[in-house]
C-alpha cells in the first residue's frame, strides 16, 4: 500500500517558492534547502524503498514531517503517536493530524468514575451504530469527546522547544485564515471563540501535554461539527458528587463547533506550521499512515494499542479515591434504570476506598444499632476487600455480606452496581465473553 498521499499542499506563495522536490524518499517529501553539514544529519540514511512510512522515521535525513493518518481507531492513533515522540530523531518537529471514531479519552490520572456516564457509556456500546470507545490517554489533562465530526492534531518536537501557546497560535491562525476571525487562545492555554460580546466565549479546543526526556508534544482536539449533545451527556457522572479523588478533574466549559470543512482545515494548519518552519534549515517530508501497515512494520505500535486496551490501564491506573454515599438523600437516576433511586437511611453509612482498581477499604452499615453497625461494617469490609472496583462484582459481593438486610441493601446495591459500570477492556472481556458463550 503506497503511503504517498498524492500532490502536494497548496502553499502560499511566500512558502511555495523556497521548496523544492526531494525524488529519494518513498513518500512525498520536500526541502527548504540542503541539510546542514553534521554528524547527526550524516548518519541519517534514506530507508531502502518499500519501506513503511514509519520504518524510515528513525534514519530519516529530515527534520520536519507532516503526518495524516487514515484511521479512526483511537487506540491506533494514540499509539502512533507515542511512538513518533519516543522514536523520532530529538531535533525533528512533528506535525500529526487524524481523527477518531466516537472515543470519550480521559487523561492519564483521572478518574473514568467521576467524569464519565458510565451507564449511558455502556448502554450507548451494546450496538455498533451507537458505539462509543473508553479510553485512557497517556497524556496528562481532562476529558474530551471525540467523533467524526472532530479533528486532533498533534505536534511533537524537541523538549527545549515546548510551548503551550505555540503551536495553539499556528491553528489559530489556520482558523483565522479560514474567515474564523474570533478565534483566540485563552489563559488556560485553550482555543475559544470569542462571542463578541464581553469577554464571553465558548471553547472549541482542549489541549494536552507530555514531556519525557529530549522529547515533548502538545495534542488536542478541534470541534468543527462534533455532536454537542454526546459532550454533555457522556461527560456528566452521577457518581462524580460522591467521589473524592486524587486525580485530576476536568475543568467544565461551554464549547460549540467551528463549522469548518475539515480537510480544508487541515491543509490550512500544515500551511502555517511550514510557514512557523519556513526559515530554519529543516526538509520536510509529508507521509501517509494506514492502519494495518503500520502495525505489521511496529510491534511498538501494536503492543501499546493492547495496552491502552488493557483492563490494568483502564481501571487500575486510577488514582486513589473515595466513595461515600449519603444518607437521607435520594440517590441520583440512572440512564435506564428510571425507577431506581433508593435512598439510604440517616444512621446508614457507606464508604468505598478504592486504590488502583481494588477495594481497599469498606465501611457499609445499616443498622440503627451502633454495635450490629459494626459487626455489619467487619463483614461487609472482609467481603470487599480487594475487589475490583467493577459494578457487577461490588452487586454480587455486597449480595454476599449476610449481616446486611437485604431490603435495605439490594436496592443501594443494584443502584451501584449500574452506576459504577461493567468493566470491560482486554482479557477481562475475552473472559466474561467466554462465561457468557458457556452459560
Known amino acids: 500500500m503506497s503511503p504517498s498521499r498524492g500532490p502536494p499542499l497548496r502553499l502560499a506563495s511566500s512558502v ?37 512510512p514509519i520504518a524510515q522515521l528513525r534514519l530519516s535525513p529530515h527534520r520536519l514531517h ?10 491506533f492513533n494514540l499509539s502512533a503517536e507515542d511512538y513518533l515522540l519516543r522514536h523520532s530523531p530529538a531535533d525533528s518537529t512533528i506535525l500529526f493530524t487524524y481523527t477518531n471514531a466516537r472515543s470519550v479519552v480521559i487523561g492519564r490520572n483521572q478518574n473514568p468514575w467521576a467524569e464519565i456516564n458510565m451507564p449511558l457509556l455502556r448502554r450507548m456500546q451494546q450496538t455498533p451504530d451507537t458505539y462509543v470507545h473508553f479510553v485512557r490517554r497517556r497524556s496528562g489533562g481532562g476529558t474530551v469527546y471525540h ?81 454537542l449533545e454526546n459532550i454533555g451527556s457522556l461527560l456528566t457522572s452521577p457518581l462524580k458528587p460522591f467521589l473524592e479523588t486524587a486525580g485530576v478533574e476536568s475543568v467544565r466549559s461551554p464549547v460549540t463547533n467551528i463549522g469548518v470543512d475539515k480537510g480544508q482545515l487541515i491543509d490550512a494548519i ?62 441520583p437516576e440512572l440512564h435506564g434504570q428510571p425507577f431506581l433511586t433508593p435512598t439510604l437511611p440517616e444512621y446508614a453509612k457507606f464508604t468505598l476506598l478504592s486504590e488502583r482498581g481494588q477495594i481497599v477499604n469498606a465501611v457499609v452499615s445499616i443498622s440503627p444499632d451502633a454495635d450490629f453497625g459494626f459487626v455489619q461494617s467487619q463483614e461487609s469490609h472482609e467481603r470487599l476487600l480487594r475487589t475490583p472496583f467493577a459494578g457487577p462484582s461490588i452487586t454480587a459481593t455486597l449480595a454476599q455480606v449476610k449481616t446486611l438486610d437485604a431490603a435495605t441493601a439490594q436496592p443501594i446495591a443494584r443502584w451501584l452496581g449500574a452506576a459504577v459500570g461493567e468493566w470491560a477492556g482486554g482479557e477481562w472481556q475475552r473472559r466474561q465473553n467466554t462465561l457468557l458463550r458457556n452459560r
Open 16 to 52: 511555495l517558492h523556497r521548496l523544492r522536490v526531494s525524488p529519494q524518499c518513498r513518500c512525498n517529501c520536500y526541502s527548504t534547502r540542503a541539510l546542514p553539514s553534521t554528524a547527526r544529519n550524516a548518519n541519517r540514511a534514506p530507508a531502502p524503498a518499500g519501506t513503511p
Open 66 to 75: 507532516i503526518y495524516r493518518s487514515t484511521s479512526t481507531d483511537p487506540f
Open 147 to 227: 467523533d467524526l465530526g472532530n479533528l486532533c492534531w498533534s505536534v511533537i518536537m524537541p523538549g527545549k522547544a515546548f510551548d503551550r501557546d505555540k503551536y495553539a497560535r499556528v491553528v489559530v491562525k489556520a482558523l483565522q485564515g479560514l474567515g474564523v476571525h474570533n478565534a483566540a487562545v485563552n489563559e488556560r492555554h485553550d482555543i475559544v471563540l470569542h462571542s463578541g460580546v464581553g469577554t464571553d466565549s465558548k471553547k472549541v479546543s482542549g489541549s494536552a501535554y507530555k514531556i519525557i526526556r529530549d522529547r515533548a508534544y502538545h495534542h488536542a482536539t478541534l470541534l468543527l461539527s462534533s455532536n
Open 270 to 331: 500544515e500551511t502555517e506550521f511550514l510557514r512557523m518552519h519556513e526559515d530554519s534549515a529543516h526538509s520536510v517530508s509529508y507521509v501517509t499512515l494506514h492502519r494495518d501497515e503500520t502495525i505489521a512494520a511496529r510491534t511498538y505500535i501494536k503492543e501499546g494499542m493492547g495496552e491502552l486496551k488493557s483492563v490494568k490501564w483502564l481501571y487500575s491506573q486510577t488514582p486513589r479515591f473515595t466513595l461515600r454515599l449519603p444518607t437521607e438523600q435520594q440517590l
